[in-house]
């Protein structure tokens, strides 16, 4: 054991890639369903560290540093490249990890480029340590997303993710380089912990600061970068940005919410809609029900009915199956479907048009039906009948 006085190590100011968001030498996670932006997101942050920007101020510029870019989904040639151009980055600063599968390996198909591999951080760390002493440090890793570089035994198992985080921050500490990892939370992830999650906890507990993009539920093209924890500053506020062109375009305007309290309004609003949906629901099964009493209405008049009273087509078809009304037609060629309640079957048609107020509908019962799908069968198989 190795002990030694705190106020004989020298003090050292918490440097940042990008202002309150992305802390140098330290863990960043971002999280996000499917389709949010996240991926774009890291390209915009490549981008401004090639440039030498350290948030979305004119004013903050610094030196520009070299990125080092895992990327386990997009095409780098195709994809990855095209972004980070549109972006406006400086290519000749950021480096990308190629695939190197080795077939003959144990397990066909498993990348070597691994960060979770003893093997693979101590060359990155090598990496790390042959830029810094050739006077282009790297000042960001980039990770995405980290599922996709991680042993699949390993992501599934909380104690050898731990391992693999607690590696990652050592490095990041050690080389002062910012790392920041991006994931989606699993169905399963979501299943154990409600329908919205930041990711798997052992990862949001590892990292000094974790971010999440979700969409604006008032603005469709709207995306909103919110913090669910920053242990290093304030907690800042969110930011609202759109895509275009594929390119993040940042709005000049904060978003004072954190994520949890966007859970919170969201869970909200969503309860108020199923509140409301429920009250209308309750107020179309009593409209159907008594429009039903009479007798069964053809379905073009009952749909023409409920659009009168303001009903959607949507809600009059989920009364329809709450009541368990039963759907028919008239026994001839030309009949027309109609709707009617559970009992009776037979009833004559009540409609706004004197035309069919005279006029009853014959209904097959489901005896009848039967009877005729059986005779049906004998004619087809008279041989088999005979025997």
């Not at 499917?34 to 997101?41: A, Q």
Request: aromatic share 4%; proline share 6%.
């Amino acid at each position: 054991m190795n002990l030694e006085k705190l106020s004989d190590i020298p003090a050292k100011a918490q440097g940042w890639v990008w202002n309150g968001v992305i802390p140098e030498g330290q863990v960043t996670l971002l999280t996000g369903e499917p389709g949010v932006g996240k991926s774009l997101f890291a390209m915009d942050v490549i981008a401004q560290m090639t440039r030498g920007e350290h948030c979305l101020t004119a004013a903050a510029q610094g030196e520009p540093g070299q990125v080092i870019l895992f990327s386990g989904e997009d095409g780098i040639a195709s994809v990855v490249r095209n972004r980070l151009e549109a972006a406006g980055a400086t290519l000749p600063l950021v480096n990308v990890v190629q695939d190197d599968t080795n077939t003959k390996l144990e397990k066909p198909n498993l990348a070597r480029n691994r960060p979770d591999d003893d093997c693979q951080i101590e060359s990155l760390e090598l990496y790390l340590t042959l830029m810094r002493e050739a006077g282009e440090p790297c000042r960001l890793i980039v990770i995405d997303p980290v599922k996709s570089f991680l042993d699949a035994t390993n992501s599934r198992d909380d104690a050898k993710l731990r391992a693999t985080m607690v590696k990652l921050t050592d490095l990041a500490n050690r080389s002062g380089t910012a790392i920041l990892l991006i994931t989606t939370p699993s169905k399963v992830e979501k299943g154990k912990r409600g329908n919205w999650t930041p990711t798997s906890p052992v990862v949001a507990e590892v990292a000094r600061s974790v971010w999440t993009i979700v969409r604006d539920p008032d603005e469709p093209d709207r995306r909103i970068l919110l913090p669910v924890k920053t242990n290093l500053c304030e907690t800042p506020p969110g930011l609202g940005f759109i895509i275009h062109n594929q390119r993040i375009c940042w709005r000049d305007e904060w978003v004072h919410q954190t994520a949890e309290q966007y859970v919170a309004d969201a869970t909200e609003t969503e309860r108020l809609h199923h509140v409301a949906a429920k009250s209308e629901l309750s107020r179309v099964t009593d409209w159907l029900k008594n429009r039903l009493n009479d007798g069964p209405v053809y379905t073009s008049v009952l749909k023409e009915d409920a659009a009168g009273h303001d009903i959607s087509e949507k809600t009059l078809m989920r009364a329809l199956i709450l009541l368990g009304c039963r759907k028919g037609k008239e026994k001839k060629s030309d009949g027309r479907w109609f709707w009617c309640l559970p009992d009776p079957l037979k009833s004559p048609v009540v409609s706004g048009s004197p035309a069919l107020q005279a006029r009853t509908l014959e209904v097959k019962t489901m005896a009848e039906i039967c009877a005729e799908a059986d005779k049906a069968k004998s004619l087809a198989n008279p041989t088999k009948q005979g025997t």
